[in-house]
């Protein structure tokens, strides 16, 4: 379990370093949820002359033509893709649940290793933690990837002047990446569930069987007799 957290928490951590940069660093491909390549007609947005270039939208919910960050009004994007975008905080929300879950399967590994806590506040602890990863699995798939997944679909389908100058749709790394941490993920907290199962089932045994030891070590009845040389 140690080798799958050290693997997803540098990923989730420089993800998350990612999506929270200023807009003065620049536009970054590792967040980048998708990219539409608009016609070369110019087009007046916020004050700002866009002409033709590549918009992409990343998962702090900022968009970008080319290298300048820009208003993502629905003139620019339109109007669906507009109303979506505040639903990319469900990429924080989960990679942040990610890093927690992590976190949270460690302490469960180091308590039950120390074998120095009640097994019901094992089972409490672990209780919480399958709710948090439940919870996870939850926002990555029906927030993080449908959210991505809507930003390339509305597009093409609706029907307004800004939708139809979007000529194509380019899915950005930070949604790939995603949807493979996505399932990544569902798989992580399934072995949680099942090796934390087998941990206090072991440690249930081990403390059953201490209990019968010291049961057969107290019961007169059960000690060996002591025969005494007759000389």
């Given at each position: ?79 669906g ?22 976190g ?51 597009p ?42 087998k ?33």
């Amino acid at each position: 379990m140690y080798s799958v957290i050290l693997a997803f928490l540098p990923a989730s951590l420089d993800i998350l370093y990612h999506a929270y940069l200023p807009a003065s660093s620049g536009p970054s491909i590792v967040s980048t949820v998708v990219g539409y390549d608009r016609l070369a007609e110019g087009s007046s947005i916020g004050g700002e002359w866009v002409m033709g270039e590549r918009v992409t939208i990343d998962m702090s919910g900022r968009c970008w033509a080319g290298e300048k960050s820009v208003h993502c009004c629905s003139g620019l994007v339109g109007k669906g893709v507009s109303t979506i975008i505040p639903l990319l905080a469900s990429y924080q929300i989960f990679y942040g649940l990610l890093v927690f879950s992590l976190g949270l399967a460690a302490t469960f590994q180091l308590m039950a290793s120390r074998k120095s806590f009640e097994v019901e506040r094992l089972k409490e602890f672990r209780t919480f933690a399958l709710g948090v990863m439940v919870l996870k699995d939850f926002v990555s798939v029906c927030g993080a990837v449908f959210t991505g997944c809507a930003l390339m679909i509305v597009p093409l389908i609706e029907d307004s002047i800004p939708a139809d100058n979007i000529v194509d749709v380019r899915v950005g790394w930070g949604f790939v990446v995603t949807v493979f941490m996505a399932i990544l993920s569902c798989f992580f907290t399934l072995a949680f569930e099942n090796k934390s199962r087998k941990m206090l089932t072991d440690e249930e045994q081990s403390i059953r069987l201490g209990d019968d030891d010291v049961a057969y070590d107290e019961d007169p009845e059960k000690q060996p007799l002591l025969v005494e040389d007759v000389e």
